[in-house]
């Protein structure tokens, strides 16, 4: 093996051996997770190890046809077509992996959500605060009447809001910063964005609050979407598993019999396998582009 070369899945990981059956290149961790199958897939790349034959880690009677990116288990046609996430070999997940994708959307959104939470609680502080010293300040100035003090309160609350959201969470990410650096370095830097920060935080933290408003809405929207999508997956698999029971029966009767409240089982009859395999395909890459969203929401800005 010559050295620097990366694995055909994972080109930014060193390749450490060859597939035994075709020779392309793999990475450590995939050799690991296509060797957990058997003993007839160790040292296999995946396209070797589907060419050996593995069973579907859903349906046993079926041989599958890729490997889910994350877990290695087998994915057949049926279940592939239907909900096998993203787009072109290697990105399938099995319904285990897509799942757990889903308790990680939600895992990251509840911590945004708390991030978004501290933000609001530093800005009512920064408020009461702001307002009452800048009105305090303002009623001891020799012109100040009534009206003056009303304009130095709501002024103090402008501009004591725009401190707690945006001036507190940069002096947080230089202390976090910094603690890889030693102390010291946190401190200098959390110091200098602060003073940096004071000239531009009323209109930042203005943007700021509209911001995080879109993307509450946004998580709230990918948690029921990721939820309903699991649903989804779930009715597909009762489905398959009441149609491999009752093999050539007649889905119209299985509707209204055994199969009756399933929505995939509705949506087949409705719109044919086709149309119905294509709408939770659709579905499974929206908690895969849902991911994105969310990475993009811990981004600081
Ligand atoms: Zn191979
Ligand atoms: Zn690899
Ligand atoms: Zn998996
Ligand atoms: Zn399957």
Not at 61 to 80: P, W
Not at 247 to 274: C, F, H, P, R, T
Request: some cysteine; overall charge positive; charged content about 20%.
């Amino acid at each position: 093996m010559t050295s620097g070369m990366g694995c055909f899945v994972h080109p930014e990981e060193q390749a450490v051996a060859a597939c035994k059956r075709c020779g392309k290149a793999l990475c450590r961790g995939c050799i690991d997770l296509y060797s957990k199958s058997g003993e007839k897939h160790v040292g296999l790349c995946r396209d070797c190890v589907v060419a050996v034959g593995i069973e579907c880690g859903s349906h046993t009677s079926k041989q599958a046809v890729v490997l889910c990116r994350d877990c290695g288990k087998g994915i057949c046609r049926d279940c592939y077509d239907s909900y096998g996430a993203g787009i072109g070999a290697g990105k399938a997940l099995c319904f285990e992996c897509t799942e757990r994708m889903v308790q990680k959307h939600l895992f990251e959104i509840n911590e945004f959500r708390s991030v978004v939470k501290g933000e609001r609680t530093w800005m009512i502080i920064g408020a009461v605060i702001g307002s009452f010293l800048l009105a305090y300040w303002g009623s001891n100035q020799p012109a100040s009447n009534a009206g003056t003090v009303i304009i130095f309160w709501i002024l103090g609350a402008f501009i004591g809001a725009s401190i707690g959201t945006i001036i507190i969470s940069t002096i947080k990410a230089g202390f976090s910063s910094g603690k890889e650096e030693g102390m010291g370095t946190g401190c200098v830097v959390a110091v200098i964005s602060a003073l940096g920060m004071l000239l531009i935080s009323p209109i930042m933290s203005i943007y700021r609050f509209f911001k995080r408003n879109k993307q509450i809405k946004q998580a709230n929207a990918i948690i029921a979407s990721d939820e309903r999508i699991l649903q989804e997956i779930r009715a597909y698999f009762a489905y398959t598993q009441v149609l491999e029971k009752n093999a050539g029966a007649d889905i119209a009767k299985l509707v209204s019999g055994e199969l009756s409240g399933n929505a995939y089982a509705q949506a087949v009859l409705n719109q044919g396998e086709k149309a119905a395999q294509e709408e939770l395909r659709k579905g499974v890459n929206q908690i895969d582009a849902n991911g994105e969203i969310i990475d993009s929401f811990n981004k600081r800005k």
